[in-house]
């Protein structure tokens, strides 16, 4: 079986997460060759197969030059997985690639049973097994799913240059917003998620973070609904922590919250969901209403 | 100018989900609907052009599904959409992206659409692969995940969300389809009379057999919880002995109570 995997490589620098392409690969038993636009300079450590198109001629972001050269490599390589990240490179790409050869796609796999494929659906509380009905398919794997593969090797380098233009013109980065608040050292953080109901209630969790000698978080809901500032924000687009005490009030865990908090040392979730996704990663999962829980726990650490 | 915005109905996801009979799915026994958390954001967007535009501008919203749908269509019209395409599918949870978007191509391509707006993934199937699917079929330009979109003489400019907080901009002329990332905007809540209003305007029923020309290119086989991964510890109980335990565990197993 042989996999092409796509590699990313952002303002000029490759990103580590391509390896976990290559422990994908590993996981499947497959060979794999490696597609990427990149710069000479910035190549990564493998042995195969290296599709290499150079960055400063196809732009780090341009689907459709990205397209077409990937096409050429799967034309030359003749690949039975196409694999990307499941990122906002990968799963803006993907499609492109599967519907220009009519091939199935499965997006954001989670793990491998038996041939087939494990995805995440309805918020990541369920999961569905695929498989593909087509010769060749398009995957996406989900951030951290996959192992990374240790760098190893030196690739054989086969040049693509794209041919045809562009009707998309990228015009640059543009850089993350400052952060008054560093989660990355603090020992405790506090949580607030959806399930506080209002953001007057922003306080009692702030309240029980300080009783705590904590910060306070915030989960991607809470910050886009303007309860709380995105400084605060926990997750792929916020800040990835890993403090020694980690209390989720009221997030149901999307995946992108949980690759931002799921290596904290101990985990507690309070919420009223059970079946909640965030209780895949916590230590205790208390099964309350958070805004009664929450201000009693407070008025105890308080005596 | 004519913009479409496509819109899915999906359960609340504070629902219990349960396998259908044939266990590949949900059963949607006992759930309460809602228009998709992602499209609510699309809408929006659409909405706003459609008020920059003017009256040379109309907006169009589709969605596929069995009649429960026409709730979400109503509520996108109560929030500004000027009419409604209701493509009539009961067995639409059974399709998979490639046959969804080839249905909204297939209407798409009849009617010359300008600009194009999906939500960039649904909350039940969480794909993410309509939108740019439909982009493909329609050999459209196509941008996706936007937290940022602006419109001025036949070019959009959009705003990418990408990891770690970091934005891309892309600029690209219409037509063209752009997928929309939650926090792009703040979806208006629709008014009394407005729903009033929305009650009068066009909704035309389609059935899928005349748009629908693709086979399904993946098969699914199961639908179920994840694997637990154990070690976790449930707490059920009244408040106050809830707190007790909390306290105990964490005087026990970590340091911060000492």
Redesign the interface.
Known sequence: MKTLLIGEY??GKLLEATYELLGFAQALGADASLFIVASEGQLPSFGGNLYLADAAAAGE?N??LHRELILQAVEQENPDYIVFL????G??L???I???L???????I?AITDG?FE????????????????AKAVLTIQAGAFPVAPPAGSPQIRKLAATAGS???????????AKDVDLAKA??IVTAGRGIGKKENVPVILALAKA???ELGAS??V??A?WVE?SHQVG???QTVSP??YIACGV?GAIQHLAGMKKS??I?AIN????A?I???????????VM??AP??TA??AR | MKILVCIKQV?D??S??KPDSKG???SETDLAWRMNEYDEYAVEEAVKLREQLGESCELTVLSIGPDRVVEAIKKALAMGADKAIHVQDLEAAAK???QIASIISGHAKEQGYDIIFTG??S???????VG??TA??LGY?????LVGFAFADGVI?A???????????????IP?VVTCQ??LN?PRYPTLPNIMKAKKKEITAIPVAELLKEE???????????A??G??????GD??D???K??A??KD?????R
């Open positions: 952002r303002e972001y689907p459709d499941h990122s906002s490179y799963w803006d993907a499609p492109r599967a519907a220009r009519k091939a199935a796609q499965i997006s954001e989670t087939a995805v995440g659906c309805c918020n990541a509380k369920m999961r569905r097994t695929v498989k593909p009905a087509t009707n998309l013109e990228f015009v640059g980065y543009e850089p993350a917003e020992e405790v705590l000698g904590g991607r809901p910050v886009d303007g995105h792929t687009t916020g020694k005490l149901s040392d101990f507690i009223k969901d059970k079946d996704p209780g895949e990663v916590a230590d205790v999962l208390v099964v309350a209403d009664q829980f009693s726990l105890r650490l | 359960p996801m504070e219990r989900f590949v799915w949900y998979d992206p490639w960039m993934q909350q039940d199937r969480g794909s993410a692969q740019v699917l493909e079929q330009p196509c941008t996706t995940t400019t705003k990418r969300e990408l990891e770690g907080g970091v934005k891309g901009v892309v600029k690209l002329k063209a939650l926090g703040i399904s290119l993946t098969a699914t086989s199961s639908f179920h919880p994840p637990k991964k070690g976790g510890v449930v707490l059920e408040v106050g809830l707190v007790e909390v306290i565990i964490l197993k970590t340091a911060v109570l």
